[in-house]
């Protein structure tokens, strides 16, 4: 068995004392390389901490004091021997429970894992990831109920994929499940719940499937930039793609997120919703030139209320995260809704959602020879190679084209 290193001690904390001249008393958890205090409930004075551990102690105050820091000594140095290898996860909830050994069950569970995450990303407003957490655990708890960390290994993970391909999964959907399990088993591991030597992954091959592009073929872009309805709601939709389209294939999440602020001359600046509580080095704003259709659309489209600070009226001041995340759902949602009633109305094969302007942007300047460079900017991604996947292939017309001049030699 591994020897355990973690060790127990006792501080007290803090530059200023509380009123009655205190400081807190706190247990102090060495393992490894790292630390972690936790409050005990008990003060002490500085006069008070100096004379603690005297072996003359007559104050019978202190040697209560003294004997119950011992209970919690003892208590913790107990908990300590019976986690192998040692994590401070296990051991906290082990100390601030009844049963020491119903809590290492508890903690060992997947689901466990899951929630403690899920938690983490909403109380960083990551709204979005923490639903789409939420979404893999439930998915994986239908497979197989009430897994551990020590259930996945690559014979599970294997069987789990052909689970949801019979299920008409997509291979996308396969491969986000699969990477947010990855990323809560390296939680584990990180924590010293489960060893690196255990790690499922080293066996097993996550899906790697390509996005369907939803570019536009030219000729029914243009459709959609000719387009004008007499019905408002029509009108708002396209008018809202458009604006999309023409500016960078801009989110409608960072859409609804704009402030007349973000507008600076003939520019718009806005940072991605996306990556803005991710991301903590190079965070910087996606520039889009203004093409002059885009005001046109702002002048037809923006808030007229003067105590919404938001340029579109989608959001509100003072909504909560979660609010603002259902706001800005229904309003793809809605976009999306009259966009299909427009791709009928106009005969377009090809589905228009939202993300459909997205993917127009980057492919129409790729097919006018912009760099990569320059759309990998523009979509403010993190790396070429992600705009590369991202990018469509040459539309049909092209192909079409190319092999028509196999027989073309003269």
Known sequence: MIENTATVSFVIEGTKANKDGKYPVKLNIYYGEGKKKFGIKESVTKEEWEKLFASNLRDADLKALKARLKVIETKAQDIIDKIHPFSIVAFEQAFFQKSPNSSEQHISKLSYWFDRYIKTLKENDQIGTAIAYRTTINSISEFRKNLTIYDITPEFLTSYENHLTKAGKSVTSISMYMRQLRAIINQAIDNNMLSSEKYPFKKYQIPAGRNIKKALPSDDLQKLLDYTSTEPAKQKAIDFWIFSYLCNGINFTDIAHLKPGNIMGNYIYFNRQKTIRTKKKDLRPIKVGMNPRAFEIIERQKNTDPNNPYLFPILEEGLNAVTIKHRCQRFIKWVNKHMEE?????????????????????????????????????????????????????????????????????
Not at 344 to 353: A, D, L, R, T
Not at 369 to 385: D, Q
Not at 400 to 406: G, I, K, Q, S, T
Request: hydrophobic share 35%; glycine share 6%.
């Open 342 to 410: 427009i791709r009928v109305e106009k005969e377009i094969n090809m589905k228009i959602g939202t993300y459909a302007a997205r993917h127009s942007f980057s492919t129409v300047l790729k097919r006018k020879g912009v760099s990569t460079a320059f759309i990998k900017e523009s979509l403010g991604h993190s790396s070429e190679l992600v705009t590369e996947n991202y990018l469509d292939s040459f539309g049909d017309e092209v192909k079409l084209e190319y092999a028509n001049l196999l027989t073309q030699l003269k």
